[in-house]
């Protein structure tokens, strides 16, 4: 089973000129995602991992899977205003502006292993901000893992320094 054969490409989406990968159709199919699954599990560190961050709102989908394998604990990070308790901020630039992510300023204690996860490595502005929120909490982060990755955008190059895994590259 090729996960690549489940992502949907829908040209011009969300603006002319992006050829936006839609990963829905994985999601419809059990044995695709127990794959994926299988796949983020096999390629992890050797090592406990405590929690495992996602990015609002498409990484929840796996993050929460892979905390339930790793008997994980499982963080939000979410846009501004969306989480109900006592923040961290950290913003981070787009293409046309800018933005910002948060997370409770209790999700992690210091010196625990975070896994983050995200379903598409882009730009890697959100996964770098992610990376800066964990960290700010005093969490390590072991790996940052991606559903799948735009190369040609180089977002691994915002993640320098991490272990960064991708299961389905587009070039």
Do not use: W
Not at 58 to 82: H, W
Not at 131 to 153: H, R
């Amino acid at each position: 089973m090729e996960l690549k054969s489940y992502v949907r490409e829908i040209a011009d989406f969300p603006k002319k000129g992006v050829s936006y990968k839609d990963i829905t159709p994985l999601l419809l199919d059990p044995e695709a995602m127990r794959l994926a699954v299988k796949l983020f599990m096999k390629n992890l560190p050797h090592g406990k991992i405590d929690k495992v961050v996602g990015i609002e709102s498409r990484g929840f989908f796996f993050a929460t899977m892979l905390a339930e394998k790793l008997n994980a604990g499982f963080i939000p990070v979410r846009k501004p205003g969306k989480l109900p308790h006592r923040t961290h901020k950290e913003n981070y630039d787009l293409e046309y502006g800018s933005d910002s992510l948060e997370i409770h300023e209790d999700a992690i204690k210091k010196g625990e292993k975070v896994l983050l996860h995200d379903d598409v490595l882009a730009t890697g502005g959100t996964a770098a901000a992610t990376c800066k929120l964990i960290e700010k909490c005093g969490g390590e982060i072991v790996q940052c893992n991606f559903l799948v990755e735009l190369e040609f955008l180089k977002g691994v190059d915002k993640l320098k320094g991490y272990d960064v895994c991708s299961l389905i590259k587009y070039s």
